[in-house]
């Protein structure tokens, strides 16, 4: 590849192998230079759409089969490649509501979970992390385009407390890396807030001691 970089070939094959690695995130990363390197090449999408659905990104592998069928409407082993990523993506979706259904229960009692003291000495649950195996091999991020990020957004923003801790909690259940990401971020966010709360009371003090 150092010596050919615009080898499309040389790109899939790679893919192929790594994929092999169970290393998903870098085969997805060569099968998309396949692909830019060379649209029209059936193979290059099929490359991607399996290294999507091995990292469950059903949605982004169905659409990589699409596209490999536009190139080859009749291609046989592409359309059943798409069935089985359309059946995973309905059982996917079926879990989601399920944890979405379960998740109003978390206001009557919280699940038992060992604690563990952070930094700043208060206790904390433990992190699943320490339990999970060693993290996937991660490639370089693919943002998102303008369009899903909008309606991202949109469905953050409209979205119930419930709905969006069961979000968190499935998405930490699927990714060791992503679940240090979310702790990270709810930790950073809460003390955050612990610590605004503090300025408010002092602020607060202030204003009594002024007015008296």
């Known amino acids: 590849i150092d010596r050919e970089p615009r080898n499309h070939l040389l790109y899939s094959n790679r893919s192929a192998a790594r994929a092999a690695q169970g290393r998903y995130a870098d085969a997805l990363n060569d099968a998309s230079q396949a692909v830019a390197l060379e649209p029209r090449w059936l193979k ?74 952070a930094p700043g000495g208060t206790e904390r649950g433990r992190s699943t992390i320490e339990e999970a195996p060693a993290k996937k091999q991660r490639g370089m991020a693919i943002p998102p385009t303008k369009q899903m990020l909008g309606e991202t957004t949109g469905s953050i923003e409209s979205a ?26 709810v930790e950073g966010l809460n003390n955050e807030s612990s610590e605004g709360g503090e300025e408010d009371d002092a602020d607060a003090s202030s204003d009594d001691e002024g007015s008296g």
């Not at 409407?73 to 079926?94: D, F, G, H, I």
């Not at 709905?163 to 990714?175: G, S, Y």
């Open 44 to 117: 290059g999408h099929v490359r991607k759409g399996a290294a999507l659905k091995a990292l469950q990104r059903y949605s982004e592998s169905i659409a990589a089969y699409r596209h490999a069928l536009q190139l080859e409407p009749n291609n046989a082993q592409v359309k059943a490649a798409l069935q089985e990523v359309e059946n995973l993506q309905a059982t996917s979706s079926r879990n989601w509501a399920d944890d979405l259904a379960s998740s109003g229960d978390e206001d009557g009692a919280e699940a038992s979970v060992p604690k563990r003291k």
């Open 160 to 185: 119930s407390v419930h709905v969006l801790r069961a979000c968190l909690v499935q998405l930490a259940k699927e990714d060791g890396a992503v679940c240090e990401r979310i702790l990270e971020m």
